[in-house]
């Protein structure tokens, strides 16, 4: 139910920043049950109640022989001022951001370009416990047209020299590329990594990392003494990846 996302920060105030996962919850009952488990409840007044119900129900509890009395009833709320055991600022400053890149997208061909999304999706929110060594072609897999990867431009080795060409993937070195540099700024062990065979356009020269499944791959370690989530996005023209230390190990 999306009122139940605009009602939360009603109840708790604008600084509690959790995304409520109720996942299909319907009937009125239920949610009442649930908030009541999850002591999403607990710290309201009678009347935030009666306005969570009246939002929710926009006059069909009768039809269901529901009434904000029964519900109240159901309900048992503790009147009393209780902050919720994780707020906005516990995630702030235990979630810390240690790197930042971003590249742009110069080749901006929609098959290219989807490429990026695609592999970005993949890598995005992708948890790297200490010592655990990372893998792009080991979180890729095999890029094939049944993932979506379309044919877009690649450089490809030749017996004169690299040379432009087509792949199934074409693009996808730029989230490797992108990647790789927020890796050295976080200070992780890089274990593999390999430079194209002609100098890119969107990176300085010897900054790059080409990956290619079966053969050059992207690796590196945490090193550190807590896990880190990667997040990848593309906004227009510019690809990013940070890396966050989650110095909470209680955090899900």
């Known amino acids: 139910m999306d009122i139940l996302e605009d009602i939360v920060p009603f109840l708790y105030g604008s600084d509690y920043g959790l995304k409520l996962e109720l996942g299909y919850v319907c009937e009125l009952e239920e949610v009442a049950e649930v908030l009541c488990k999850a002591k999403i409840i607990k710290p309201v007044a009678i009347c935030m109640i009666t306005a ?8 069909t509890t009768e039809k269901k022989g529901i009434t904000e009395k029964k519900i109240l009833t159901e309900v048992n709320p503790i009147v009393e001022d209780v902050k919720p055991d994780i707020t ?31 592999a970005g999706n993949y890598i995005d929110n992708v948890k790297v416990m200490p010592k655990e060594e990372f893998s792009v072609n080991g979180t890729l897999g095999r890029r094939t047209s049944e993932k979506g990867y379309k ?41 593999e990594r390999h430079p194209h ?6 990176v300085g020269e010897g900054k790059d990392a080409t990956v290619v499944y079966g ?3 992207l690796k ?9 989530v990667i997040k990848v996005s593309v906004a227009g023209d510019i690809v990013t ?12």
């Open 88 to 118: 906005s600022d516990t995630v702030r400053n235990s979630i810390i951001e240690i790197a930042s890149y971003s590249t742009k997208i110069l080749d901006d061909q929609k098959s290219r370009v989807s490429n990026i999304e695609i």
């Open 52 to 59: 969570f119900i009246t939002a929710c129900s926009s006059g």
């Open 151 to 191: 044919k877009a431009p690649i450089i490809i080795k030749s017996k004169d020299g690299p040379k432009k060409g087509y792949g199934v993937g074409g693009g996808i070195c730029q989230i490797a590329t992108t990647l790789y540099n927020a890796a050295l700024e976080a200070g992780l062990s890089i274990t």
């Open 241 to 252: 990846v940070k890396l966050y230390e989650i110095k909470d190990t209680k955090l899900p």
């Open 197 to 202: 065979s002609n100098k890119v356009g969107y």
């Open 215 to 217: 053969g050059a791959d």
């Open 220 to 228: 590196f370690i945490n090193n550190r003494s807590n896990p880190i």
